[in-house]
């Protein structure tokens, strides 16, 4: 059973712009705190952004700021707005939604961004 399902990835230019969207079938998705991690080429996998259950975005200098996450609680989205991208952002990206309510946890499977001219 498929609860979380992004697309948006794909083949981008240094500098180009990319939107990540994370679908899900969550039941009660509005108590999930949902985040977007990479996994880079011969990396561990890391936690990009994350937006609590309340629409709160974490604060972080990661990135230099250049990725934002939002949600859409009604149509149960979340989607990563990804500007200036660079080529070390090349990498499987992952939706993941934590909810302590239900004590569940859940990772898409995935969907690849390549950063190269």
């Known amino acids: 059973q498929v609860q979380l399902v992004e697309s948006g990835g794909g083949l981008v230019q240094p500098g180009g712009s990319l939107t990540l969207s994370c679908t899900s079938s969550l039941s009660g998705f509005s108590r999930y705190v949902m985040a977007w991690y990479r996994q880079r080429p011969g990396k561990e996998r890391e936690l990009v952004r994350r937006?609590?259950?309340?629409?709160?975005?974490d604060y972080t200098d990661f990135l230099e700021g250049r990725f934002t996450i939002s949600r859409e609680d009604g149509k149960k989205l979340v989607t990563l707005q990804m500007n200036n991208l660079k080529p070390e952002d090349t990498a499987v990206y992952y939706c993941h939604a934590d909810s302590r309510y239900y004590r569940q946890t859940y990772w898409g499977q995935g969907t690849q961004v390549t950063v190269s001219s």
């Open positions: 937006i609590t259950a309340s629409g709160t975005p």
